[in-house]
């Protein structure tokens, strides 16, 4: 069925550093991928999204990037901060209706 | 804007009762939705609303119920709580569906069915 993955559950790194998270779609037919920021105790807060028609995307800190030929989405953040602490979700919309699939996430861990 | 709201914040149930989850949106959104997240992964759609009188089944629907009466509210009821609901719930709505529109998160509520 249709599913979407991530391949590292907890990414720590130091502050100032940059960031990759990434994530695996299996379904060649979704039109949209949304990377999604979760803090401890509230609900996920949408970060950025790409069109399936489209390449790179860039944010205030933020880069979305997809491949896919090999279905592939990444989020780099750059200049990672403490309050860049949180768990990370990518999700894909198929065509048509809002639905998304969402990924397992990936704890993303700041040291100072 | 409150944006969307959701209440209770923490529920505990014994097995066999009922409740209902409450979902308030104060952006005119024409489209709601209601997920579940268990420990560790991500979020799996109940059932979804486009608008008001209009609901469908997302992925894993049974043991609730929805209906959607105002454009503004969304409730979930569950009426034999098993263990197996424990979850935290997340009640979300976006603005249109013919293309994407980003989805608005409540603060979730925290279920524990003993």
């Known amino acids: 069925g249709e599913s979407v993955g991530l391949h590292l559950p907890t990414l720590s790194v130091q502050e100032g550093d940059n960031s990759i998270i990434n994530c695996a779609y299996s379904?060649?037919?979704?039109?949209?991928f949304i990377w999604y920021k979760q803090e401890s105790g509230k609900g996920p807060q949408f970060i950025i999204d790409?069109?399936?028609?489209?390449d790179k995307r860039q944010g205030q800190r933020v880069t979305v990037l997809l491949n896919k030929t090999v279905k592939h989405l990444s989020l780099q953040i750059a200049a990672t901060q403490p309050g860049d602490s949180a768990v990370y979700f990518c999700?894909?919309?198929?065509?048509?209706?809002?639905?998304?699939?969402f990924g397992t996430g990936t704890r993303l861990l700041v040291s100072p | 804007n409150a944006g969307v709201t959701q209440t209770p914040k923490f529920r505990i149930l014994k097995i066999g009762q009922s409740m209902t989850l409450q979902c308030t949106q104060d952006?005119?959104?024409?489209?709601m939705y209601w997920y579940r997240q268990d420990p560790g992964m991500g979020l799996k759609l109940i059932y979804y609303?486009?608008?008001?009188?209009?609901?469908d089944k997302g992925e894993v629907p049974n043991g609730y119920n929805v209906s959607r009466s105002t454009t503004e509210d969304f409730p979930l009821r569950l009426e034999l709580a098993a263990p197996s609901q424990t979850s935290v719930y997340f009640c979300?709505?976006?603005?249109?569906?013919?293309?994407?529109?980003?989805?608005?998160f409540g603060p979730g509520t925290r279920l524990t069915v003993l």
């Open positions: 979300a709505s976006s603005f249109r569906g013919d293309s994407y529109n980003e989805q608005f």
């Open positions: 379904n060649s037919a979704s039109d949209y």
């Open positions: 790409i069109r399936s028609n489209m």
């Open positions: 999700a894909e919309g198929g065509t048509g209706f809002q639905k998304l699939v």
């Open positions: 952006m005119n959104h024409n489209y």
């Open positions: 609303s486009v608008g008001a009188g209009i609901t």
